[in-house]
């Protein structure tokens, strides 16, 4: 199983940046975004179900990001808008044993992480 992720950089606050996960040698799982910034625990960001009926965010978050995914591509996204400083973080999917999970402990497949920066 390989969780394949594109899609950080450096932006300015206000821009928007969409993040890709591919996924490989599993298909049609619950899957979702966490991030961690530098000195803080890993932080839930999003999570959608296997056929993108359900999604759930974070709260810090709601409002900007939207997850989707396409399952003819075994790709999910997150796209993020209107970025603040503090979503500079490194941003992993995952997937999840549990449907409707916002817990790390329930996702045991993860990406290497991408790095997202975000300027004031």
């Known amino acids: 199983v390989q969780l394949t992720q594109s899609g950080g950089g450096l932006v300015q606050a206000g821009d928007s940046l969409r993040l890709s996960c591919t996924t490989s040698g599993l298909y049609n799982v619950a899957m979702g975004w966490f991030r961690q910034a530098p000195g803080k625990e890993r932080e839930f960001v999003a999570r959608?179900?296997?056929?993108?009926?359900?999604?759930t965010y974070g709260d810090s978050v709601k409002g900007r990001f939207t997850i989707s995914r396409d399952n003819d591509k075994d790709t999910m996204y997150l796209q993020m808008n209107n970025l603040k400083p503090e979503d500079t973080a490194i941003y992993y999917c995952?997937?999840?044993?549990?449907?409707?999970?916002?817990?790390?402990?329930?996702?045991?497949?993860w990406g290497k992480g991408t790095l997202v920066t975000v300027s004031s």
């Open positions: 995952a997937v999840s044993r549990v449907p409707y999970s916002v817990s790390a402990d329930t996702y045991h497949y």
């Open positions: 959608i179900t296997w056929n993108g009926a359900s999604m």
